[in-house]
């Protein structure tokens, strides 16, 4: 009798974890089994990295592409602009992983997670004409490493109430860098904390060394001597009194954005970016001034119009356990259907046909007046699209010698000398064939 009751209770227990076994798979609020009710409901979930300053845009384009496509969701995540690249970096190499992220390619070609579009693609059937020049742009060794959503080129911004005030006539859309120092000096004025500015210049190295790639020169050539024209030439406005220092921007913090829209600054020579954010000033109350675009100025003998653009793309994660909906959302984002809105919020896609043109340019109500000017440019990419350049040649080398001259540790030539030197030392040696 005692083995029987023994046996009667050991059988009990094995229907009640059965029982109990039964209940944890049926999906009542029990969240062991999630990854498994994901598959089975037929949902997939992304994450993205974007740019801080795009993310509205971005959210904006993925309602629309939540209708049509509403098993995907997508978790977006950004960074501070300055930190952008390190974070997701460092992301990345942790194991946390993005299925897509934003950014430009050759600053993520090291990192050997990139996957190659090329055979999505094909089997999407994705018309890639609207790129026209920048889809070449994307092709590196491996193939199309990612697809552009919007390009960046300079434009020069300015406030027409302060040309009013001062009664000097509007910057001309062939301006000369020579002309545009002139004008700088005239529309200077004041002193202190009333002092406006004839111009500002963002102390990024790409905005001195503009006037030598404007000529078709690069900035890994091994002969560099024309850049230093363009290096003298920052430090002469800094003479004039025109722009402000160098030491004076970093030390403040100064920046072309919240400078231009306190009004006490002539000209602002920045990128396409900028309409967005001057948009959003406006509707915000921020800023009341008149303001418009033409051409950044140009060196003699060049073709006006002539600027620098560089494109910015989405880029598929190799380690995504999800590629085909990572992909799918990367091209929608970078295709007519993201063009059509990110044109709207004014900025300069990557996609373009004649339907994205009219949305950019707008029913003539929308500022700039003069955003056409965005739509003809004659372009050179801001540097080359190879492995290290951004990292290396523009963030390290460009940037550390152009600070010393700018304080007035060395001089302009011995600047371009270091540069020349240090680029083929810690670049060509590593990259250049």
């Not at 040309?163 to 000369?176: H, K, L, R």
């Amino acid at each position: 009798m005692k083995k029987l009751f023994s046996f009667l209770i050991f059988l009990s227990l094995i229907l009640v974890l059965a029982a109990c076994g039964g209940n944890s798979t049926s999906g009542d609020g029990d969240t062991s089994s999630d990854s498994s009710s994901k598959k089975d409901s037929g949902e997939t979930s992304l994450k993205v990295a974007v740019f801080p300053a795009d993310l509205p845009s971005f959210e904006s384009v993925y309602e629309k592409f939540k209708e049509e496509n509403p098993d995907i969701n997508v978790e977006f995540e950004t960074f501070p602009q300055e930190q952008y690249y390190e974070k997701i970096r460092m992301q990345l190499s942790s194991g946390i992983g993005y299925d897509v992220f934003a950014g430009q390619i050759d600053t993520m070609m090291d990192t050997g997670i990139i996957e190659p579009l090329d055979s999505y693609i094909e089997e999407s059937d994705l018309d890639v004409a609207g790129f026209a020049s920048m889809y070449d742009a994307m092709k590196y060794e491996e193939g199309v490493l990612g697809l552009p959503y919007r390009k960046s080129n300079n434009m020069m911004f300015y406030n027409k109430d302060l040309f009013d005030e001062a009664g000097v006539e509007y910057p001309s859309e062939d301006m000369t860098w020579a002309e545009f120092r002139e004008v700088a000096k005239k529309m200077t004025s004041g002193s202190g904390a009333d002092k406006t500015y004839g111009a500002f210049i963002q102390p990024w190295p790409q905005l001195w060394y503009m006037q030598g790639v404007q000529t078709g020169a690069s900035i890994i050539d091994k002969d560099l001597s024309i850049f230093a024209d363009s290096l003298q030439y920052r430090i002469d406005l800094e003479k004039d009194g025109s722009i402000m220092s160098w030491s004076e921007q970093v030390s403040t913090g100064a920046h072309y954005n919240a400078a231009f829209q306190k009004g006490n600054v002539a000209m602002n020579i920045i990128g396409d970016w900028h309409v967005a954010q001057l948009r959003q000033a406006e509707e915000e109350g921020k800023i009341s001034f008149d303001w418009d675009v033409v051409p950044v100025p140009h060196p003699e003998g060049i073709e006006a119009n002539t600027t620098l653009a560089l494109p910015v793309s989405l880029m598929l994660n190799s380690k995504s356990e999800n590629k085909d909906a990572a992909f799918k959302f990367l091209s929608y984002m970078t295709g007519k259907q993201g063009a059509e809105i990110f044109a709207g919020d004014g900025y300069l896609t990557g996609y373009v046909d004649e339907d994205i043109k009219s949305i950019y340019l707008g029913d003539g109500e929308l500022k700039p007046k003069n955003g056409h000017f965005f739509l003809e440019t004659v372009e050179y990419p801001e540097y080359p699209m190879l492995p290290g350049v951004k990292n290396i040649v523009v963030q390290q080398i460009y940037k550390q010698e152009g600070e010393l001259a700018l304080i007035g540790e060395q001089t302009v030539e011995e600047t371009i000398n270091n540069i020349a030197k240090r680029v083929q030392d810690e670049w060509a040696s590593k990259y250049a064939e």
